[in-house]
């Protein structure tokens, strides 16, 4: 079946400007997760959704950093006022995973390539 | 707090010789630890994870990943490396005392990149 899928796979932006990026799950998956994966920084948890529980938003870096999910599929991560800091490779994930059962395994997407200048 | 360490940036080995990425972790209560793999421009590839049972955990394209509670270590190994294998590989953590503050957060390590030469 289809893995997880993110749009755009690059998105060059001027610096100041609102940026939207958006992940489509697997199919049935109730957690969503975003990651940020900067050079030589590892990745970085920045919000997770399971089901309609609130989500866990402990890893957003800053309020201008947001995120939904509608209908217990789609996301979208918006980052507003864009910062050359910002610039990174943006991951999404999603799994089987429910409310406190910890042992499945995240699928991530390809990932989209931001570059603000 | 949950943390994870991968003790080399990169590791080089000799095609057909066995390759060990080293992993070490600190969580409050019981882990479950996982393997990822990140081929060039690709997204990160599930290769194996530790839950309970056997501290010997076998997973895709031949590698497996060895618990050691005692070291607090989970090294990923392959006893035979392809030049194929050559990635950033990942550890990752979820504690499973933080889970219901914490969720299905995963904590992951820096990475290393492995470089396997024919």
């Known amino acids: 079946g289809a893995g997880v899928s993110q749009s755009p796979s690059n998105k060059v932006t001027e610096k100041g400007k609102d940026v939207e990026l958006r992940c489509d799950p697997i199919?049935?998956?109730?957690?969503l997760y975003w990651y940020r994966q900067s050079l030589g920084q590892g990745l970085e948890f920045l919000i997770y959704?399971?089901?309609?529980?609130?989500?866990?938003k402990s890893g957003l870096p800053s309020d201008r950093f947001s995120a939904e999910r509608t209908g217990g599929s789609v996301s979208t991560l918006t980052i507003q006022r864009t910062q050359q800091e910002d610039s990174a490779v943006y991951l999404c994930?999603?799994?089987?995973?429910?409310?406190?059962?910890?042992?499945?395994?995240?699928?991530f997407g390809p990932g989209t390539r931001l570059t603000v200048l | 707090a949950q943390s994870v360490a991968q003790p080399e940036d990169q590791v080089n080995v000799a095609e057909g010789n066995p390759l060990t990425v080293k992993c070490t972790y600190s969580?409050?209560?019981?882990?479950?630890l996982f393997w990822y793999v990140q081929y060039p421009n690709r997204g990160l590839q599930f290769l194996l994870k530790?839950?309970?049972?056997?501290?010997l955990v076998k997973g895709s394209y031949g590698f497996e990943a060895e618990f050691n509670k005692s070291q607090t270590s989970f090294h990923l190994k392959k006893p035979s490396a392809l030049v194929s294998d050559s990635a950033l590989y990942f550890c990752?953590?979820?504690?499973?005392?933080?889970?219901?503050?914490?969720?299905?957060?995963?904590?992951f390590g820096q990475g290393t990149e492995l470089s396997v030469k024919p």
């Open positions: 994930a999603s799994s089987l995973t429910r409310l406190a059962e910890g042992s499945n395994e995240q699928f």
């Open positions: 199919s049935g998956h109730t957690a």
């Open positions: 959704f399971q089901g309609n529980s609130a989500p866990d």
């Open positions: 969580v409050s209560g019981n882990p479950y």
């Open positions: 530790y839950i309970t049972g056997d501290n």
């Open positions: 990752a953590v979820r504690d499973m005392h933080e889970i219901y503050n914490q969720g299905g957060k995963l904590i």
